[in-house]
């Protein structure tokens, strides 16, 4: 599943800002989509989980509330808003998609995502 990722840029401290990720052809040829993000020097980590054909959510135990996942499937489009942006925030912020077959949804096992985008930076300064 391509994946292309958008939304992101520079912000100032408090500011909000949404990432979309759309799949092109359909959401539906996954099972669950999600997000990562890559600080400088640091791990990928999860940020958040969405099972495409419900609305099951899943959020990493680190990431606080300022994070919403949400999908609109008219438009194959996966998004994250984050509100109260941090510097630590900063990161590249990756949209990733698992099968179709693939029953866990969670971004606790990056393995499980085997489609993944180009990623887009966010930086918070």
């Known amino acids: 599943v391509q994946l292309v990722e958008s939304g992101g840029g520079l912000v100032q401290p408090g500011g909000s800002l949404r990432l979309s990720c759309t799949a092109p052809?359909?959401?539906?040829?996954?099972?669950?989509m999600a997000w990562f993000r890559q600080a400088p020097g640091k791990e990928r980590e999860g940020v958040a989980a969405?099972?495409?054909?419900?609305?099951?959510?899943y959020y990493a135990d680190s990431m606080e509330d300022r994070f919403t996942i949400s999908q609109d499937s008219a438009k194959n489009t996966v998004y994250l808003s984050i509100n109260s942006l941090k510097a630590e925030d900063t990161a590249v912020y990756y949209c990733a998609a698992t099968s179709p077959w693939w029953s866990r949804c969670s971004v606790g096992h990056q393995r499980d995502f085997d489609s993944w985008g180009q990623g887009t930076q966010v930086t918070v300064s």
């Open positions: 969405i099972y495409t054909r419900g609305t099951n959510t």
């Open positions: 052809g359909s959401i539906y040829r996954t099972n669950c």
